[in-house]
Each structure stands twice: as C-alpha cells, then as structure tokens.
C-alpha cells in the first residue's frame, strides 16, 4: 500500500524536488533523487544476481550514453540511447513497446554522480508512464566507472 | 562530493598518452605538441551538470594563465558534434576541444563517468587525476606550482 503510494506520488515528487532546487538549473531533468529507494538496487546485489545462475535475470537497459556504454557495459545489458534528451526517450519508449508490462526491467547510466544525472529519472518515469510494474534502477552514486569497473564487477566492450 | 586527486597509478609517475583529434575549429590538436606546458585535459559533455560549472572556470584560468604557460584541452564525450559545438561558440570557449571517443577514453584507462580531469606537467607526465567535481582552488594552486614561467 505504501509503495503504491510512494508511486503514485512520484510525478508531485518530482516536480517538488525541481522547483525546489537554490541556484541556477543548468539542465532541466528530472532529478534522480525521485525515485523511491524501494527501487533501487545496489550494484554489490546485482553483480551477485548476475553471478548466481538460479536467480532471475531482469531485462537490462542501459539509458546513458554511447561512448560509456562502448568503453564498458554490463554483459547483457542493451544501449537504449540517452533518456534525458527527446531522441533517447523515443528510442526507450519504443523498445518497451515490444514487451510485456510485467516484464523484470533493470536500468541503469552512471554518466555523472546520481543527483546529476540527467537520464535515470527520465527512463524511470517513461517506463512507469507506459505501465509497467517490476522496473528497477541501478544505483550508481558517482559513476560507472568507480561503482561499477573499479569493484571488479563484469563488464564488456564494444557496441 | 569534491573529488580529491589521484595518480593512475600509484608506483610512478605516468606519462601522458599522446593522441592526435581535430579539434571543433578543424586544426589539429596533438597532445605532445604541449609539451613544456602544463596541460588541464578536460573530459566533459554538455549533458554533464557539473562539467558546465567548471568550464568557466577553466576559461578565465586559460586567460589568466596563459602566458605562464597553462593550456587547457576539452575532450567532448557527447555523441554528437552539435550541441559541443553550440556550446563551444555560445560559452566562448578560448581553448582547445576536440570530440572524444571509445579509443580515446579507453588510452586513459577509460572515461566511464564525467567530469574527468587530467592534469599533465610541462614533462608530459600525469601528475593528478580528478574523477568528478575538483576542488578547484586546490587544483588552481596545483597548476600555478607546475607552471614553467609563473
């Protein structure tokens, strides 16, 4: 009940945390602080789920950036494109068309520390938006590279 | 966070990979042919919120210190040349930048999160290493006790 209601709230939320920003806003996104913490999931749990062969394995999408994901990406992760610019959230929203709502969806970017982010919050909420339930976020405090590389976590190249 | 330098590696002093880009105004920009300056390499994008706080900085610290001997690099990570460009011309940017790459991030041990920093003495070696929002008054001090004609 509370976690619905957390959800429910979560577009007030965002505009909240927006509006409530000191200073000058450089780059209007939504902030990654408005995603409820019950969706976040530390990368130390998701390097052991992906180790463990009995537990489920959710969709991956990566919904950063390019040149990140081709220096490093999580093995089976997809490239999604930037979801905080209108071409990367169109690529994001066509590729959840193709799948069921309840389908598992991890996402993830690592682009810049997680209040700068400019993408998370955008795919997380066009993914709620489309109606699906089981959408996780990898919470990545300062980057990629430092919470993901650096902890000896798998990682690939290319693409 | 503020982030504190740090060397690529810890045993020596490593000298910088050279690389050659055509920057934004179409010369090309080598990394060597700096040599005996002290070079700021500056990974950044123009979707990267605390990229765009420092890049003034890093604009007045190019005028000021010039002369002494200070050059400043930008690498843009962003995926397309256009909005760099926008930027490059609407922010007056009076130094370097070229768009970067796989190749180029993966030379500096990758480039997996942004901003990214370098900074190189006049040797070529890498003397820090700031992963993030530097303190740039440290990193001010840091450049004027490297510059060849302070």
């Known amino acids: ?159 | 966070m503020l982030a504190a330098a740090s060397l690529a590696h810890d045993s020596a002093l490593r000298m910088a990979p050279d690389f050659t880009r055509t920057d934004l105004d179409g010369k090309s920009l080598n990394l060597r042919k700096y040599r005996g300056k002290v070079v700021l390499l500056n990974f950044w994008a123009t979707w990267c919120g605390p990229c765009l706080i420092e890049i003034p900085t890093f604009t007045a610290w190019q005028n000021t210190y010039r002369t002494a001997g200070l050059q400043v690099v930008g690498i843009s990570m962003d995926d397309d040349a256009a909005p760099v460009k926008r930027l490059y011309q609407k922010d007056r940017l009076n130094y370097p930048v070229a768009m970067g790459d796989a190749e180029l991030g993966e030379l500096f041990g990758g480039v997996l999160g942004l901003p990214l920093t370098y900074l190189i003495d006049p040797d070529g070696h890498i003397v820090g290493r700031y992963q993030g929002e530097p303190d740039l008054k440290q990193l001010e001090a840091r450049i004027k006790s490297l510059l060849p004609r302070p």
Not at chain 1, 10 to 33: K, N
Not at chain 1, 72 to 91: C, K, N, R, T, Y
Request: glycine share 8%; aromatic share 8%.
């Open chain 1, 1 to 159: 009940m509370k976690h619905t209601l957390v959800k429910a709230l979560y577009p007030a939320a965002c505009a909240f945390i927006l509006l409530s920003q000191p200073g000058p806003v450089l780059a209007q996104h939504e902030p990654a602080a408005s995603i409820p913490a019950a969706d976040l999931v530390q990368p130390a749990d998701l390097a052991a789920s992906l180790k463990s062969a009995s537990a489920p394995k959710p969709l991956i999408l990566q919904v950063g950036f390019r040149k990140l994901y081709a220096q490093a990406h999580i093995p089976g992760s997809e490239f999604v494109g930037a979801a905080g610019e209108d071409a990367g959230l169109q690529l994001l929203r066509e590729r959840a068309a193709k799948l069921s709502k309840d389908t598992a969806i991890l996402i993830y970017c690592g682009c810049c520390p997680w209040s700068h982010c400019p993408n998370i919050a955008a795919a997380y909420g066009a993914l709620h938006a489309m109606g699906f339930t089981r959408v996780k976020v990898l919470y990545i405090a300062d980057n990629f590279g430092d919470d993901w590389v650096k902890r000896g976590y798998p990682v690939v190249t290319g693409g």
